[in-house]
């Protein structure tokens, strides 16, 4: 068995950084609101067993989005493309986190003014808003990456 040079095993791990990111920043904005829930609620002996659903059912997954589109774009902003394509990268991610950030003000407002509110339809368009985010967010990272080893060679 070959031991790695300490060139190849700082490569492997750039390449996976983008990937601990976005489990960071998923595991902080999905797993730990309903794990503090369940906690929450063993602590005060509630027969409450939340799913996932039920935690975010209220459109908070555009936040969770809106989050990790401002951290790709982050990124995005850091690389060393013309500006046009750093631009252009932004835009599209930035309009898909607005759009999914605006369902959970749209349903919060709905809530707090009493008018016609439906949580299955707040938990869709947060749902699919989130996946197109998360999708786009997964797609600028690894061009990122894949393009700057690239340049590099």
Not at 76 to 102: E, P, R
Not at 106 to 135: H, I, K, M
Request: contains cysteine; charged residues 15%.
């Amino acid at each position: 068995m070959v031991a790695l040079g300490i060139h190849e095993l700082t490569a492997d791990w750039a390449s996976a950084k983008w990937l601990l990111w976005i489990g960071l920043y998923l595991s902080l904005g999905l797993l730990v609101p309903w794990a503090m829930t369940r906690a929450w609620a063993h602590q005060h002996h509630s027969p409450l067993q939340p799913r996932l659903k039920q935690v975010f059912q209220n459109g908070e997954l555009g936040l969770v989005s809106l989050m990790l589109a401002i951290s790709v774009i982050w990124d995005l902003q850091k690389s060393q493309y013309t500006s046009y394509t750093i631009a252009l990268g932004s835009v599209f991610l930035a309009i898909t986190g607005i759009m999914a950030g605006a369902v959970w003000i749209e349903s919060y407002c709905r809530r707090s003014t009493g008018t016609r509110f439906r949580p299955d339809r707040a938990w869709r368009d947060s749902r699919n808003l989130t996946l197109l985010v998360f999708s786009l967010a997964i797609v600028t990272e690894i061009l990122l990456d894949r393009f700057g080893k690239v340049t590099a060679l």
